[in-house]
């Protein structure tokens, strides 16, 4: 059984892109290239989030220089009305589906990704981009340390995952809530 995922956070670097933004990338510069890429996610982002009964409840993405690789990447956290597999997402920011995953902290990931709470003065960032207001997403955080969390196995349901998913991963938390 495919995993179906409500909120995910991405990283896209220049291994991710389809063949022909890699090889426009060895004509041109790397930052040009994703820079190109990134404008084009925007416009999609529009477009979806128009759709009627769009899937997309929000996004905030980032253009990069920097990290550990040192090289040029786009960091994203996406939120959708219903829980879709990693293969959607793929599919519809035309990466691979590995740029994908589970997101524990909806509030760090929006804040890093905008560039705004406790990550504002974050260096590196050439452009940041939202699908809307932070009051259309619906921030959740799943991080707590505890061992018996109820809103880390609420945020796995509200994820997407299925009771025996969690049951494996957790299962105290699961059996005590």
């Known amino acids: 059984m495919t995993t179906r995922h409500r909120r995910a956070s991405f990283t896209i670097w220049m291994g991710h892109l389809p063949e022909e933004y ?8 790397a930052e040009t290239t994703m820079n190109l890429f990134f404008q084009q996610r925007k416009e999609m ?3 979806w989030k128009k759709e009627i009964n769009s899937t997309l409840r929000g996004c905030a993405m980032s253009l990069e220089l920097g990290g550990t690789h040192g090289g040029i990447h786009i960091q994203g956290y996406i939120e959708l009305r219903s829980a879709r597999s990693w293969a959607h997402y793929a599919k519809r920011f035309r990466v691979l589906p ?3 995953q589970t997101t524990r902290s909806g509030v760090g990931s929006f804040e890093y990704c905008s560039k705004s709470g406790s990550y504002a003065d974050k260096d590196g960032v050439l452009e940041t981009y939202l699908t809307g207001p932070r009051e259309d997403f619906r921030l ?4 707590s340390e505890s061992k018996a969390d109820l809103k880390q196995c609420v945020g ?3 994820e997407g995952y299925h009771p025996v998913y969690i049951l494996k991963q957790n299962p105290y938390a699961y059996t005590v809530h």
Do not use: G, P
């Open 22 to 29: 890699r090889e426009m990338a060895k004509n041109d510069s």
């Open 140 to 143: 959740h955080d799943v991080s």
């Open 98 to 100: 590995e740029c994908f």
């Open 156 to 158: 796995h349901i509200v």
């Open 45 to 47: 982002l529009q477009e």
